[in-house]
Nanobody
């Protein structure tokens, strides 16, 4: 299983980005996609996750209203939409995947992408 995260970059505060996670290698179409982020000097925290069918979505309380998640099961891609970006959103964003039910626990995800850097400038 391989995950490829893309879409990060340098953006001004108030701007928007769409991150993409391309997933390959699963023998089943039923896999969860989650996003975590790690800011400089901090631990990795959960941002959002979406169930295999796409019907259940979770966004961290502190990010609701600015971040959203979606997926395209035909393309086998997950998307994280970042809006009204703030300097505090600067981090490496990682996508992760697992089969079964959604989880917010980092250790429950066996498959990880390499991360994509989002830098928000003032």
């Amino acid at each position: 299983v391989q995950l490829q995260a893309s879409g990060g970059g340098l953006v001004q505060a108030g701007g928007s980005l769409r991150l993409t996670c391309a997933v390959s290698g699963f023998k089943t179409p039923y896999f969860v996609i989650a996003w975590f982020r790690q800011a400089p000097g901090k631990g990795r925290e959960v941002v959002s996750c979406i169930s295999a069918e796409g019907g259940r979505k979770y966004v961290a309380d502190s990010l609701k209203g600015r971040f959203s998640i979606d997926r395209d099961n035909v393309k086998k891609e997950g998307y994280l939409y970042l809006e009204s970006l703030q300097e505090g959103d600067t981090a490496v964003y990682y996508c992760a995947s697992r089969t079964g039910v959604s989880s917010l626990v980092r250790s429950e995800y066996p498959y990880w992408g390499q991360g994509t850097l989002v830098t928000v400038s003032s």
